[in-house]
T-cell receptor, first 115, second 111 residues
Framework: EAGVVQSPRYKIIEKKQPVAFWCNPI?????LYWYLQNLGQGPELLIR????????DSQLPKDRFSAERLKGVDSTLKIQPAELGDSAVYLC?????????????FGPGTRLTVL | DQQVKQNSPSLSVQEGRISILNCDYT??????FLWYKKYPAEGPTFLIS?????DKNEDGRFTVFLNKSAKHLSLHIVPSQPGDSAVYFC??????????FGAGTRLTVKP
């Protein structure tokens, strides 16, 4: 069974440029998560989707971040414009059902460097 | 706010010995706890979990202990193997809501 796929794996951009990350969850998983992981820290939830509906985006900085999950499968996370402080690893995860007691499967992440 | 804390950024253990990774939490509403393991350039993978109605859960070499009164949990790995070298994240959730992660502890198991 294929795991969670993310692309690109690495991205280097200059500040004020836009950037987008793509995630393909495990087939059949209804719930998709985007996390931000800063160096030396644990993952922090940005947004959670149940099918195509964003049910928790309270931690998403909406002035510059946006996300979509069309058709309830793939998802894209966008930053526009990027700032120096956005340098981090962006992790995508999926689970069969929503909720903290359901095992989440993580992708390898996209490491973003903003210069 | 750091509701889940892993105060030891790193731990080094000899192969064959016990590794004990600790985690403290502040939110008394947390009722489900998980440990994730992360290798470099990979995403975290689920290791073991425990519900607040239990105080111990065991899976092979891995055992998680929960002390609700102290708001503390620990992961024991016995015996430790070099392949266990990774970053271990403690996570917690309340009422089946989203998980909160600790900052992680880097375990190094020396041959």
């Amino acid at each position: 069974e294929a795991g969670v796929v993310q692309s690109p794996r690495y991205k280097i951009i200059e500040k004020k440029q836009p950037v987008a990350f793509w995630c393909n969850p495990i087939s059949g998983h209804n719930t998709l998560y985007w996390y931000l992981q800063n160096l030396g820290q644990g993952p922090e939830l940005l947004i959670r989707y149940e099918n195509e509906e964003a049910v928790d985006d309270s931690q998403l900085p909406k002035d510059r971040f946006s996300a979509e999950r069309l058709k309830g499968v793939d998802s894209t996370l966008k930053i526009q414009p990027a700032e120096l402080g956005d340098s981090a690893v962006y992790l995508c995860a999926s689970s069969l059902f929503s909720g903290g007691s359901n095992e989440q499967f993580f992708g390898p992440g996209t490491r973003l460097t903003v210069l | 706010d750091q509701q889940v804390k892993q105060n030891s950024p790193s731990l080094s253990v000899q192969e064959g010995r016990i590794s004990i990774l600790n985690c403290d939490y502040t939110n008394s509403m947390f009722d489900y706890f998980l440990w994730y393991k992360k290798y470099p350039a990979e995403g975290p993978t689920f290791l073991i979990s425990i519900s607040s109605i239990k105080d111990k859960n065991e899976d092979g070499r891995f055992t998680v202990f929960l002390n609700k009164s102290a708001k503390h949990l620990s992961l024991h790995i016995v015996p430790s193997q070099p392949g266990d070298s990774a970053v271990y994240f403690c996570a917690a959730s309340a009422n089946n809501n989203d998980m909160r992660f600790g900052a992680g502890t880097r375990l190094t198991v020396k041959p």
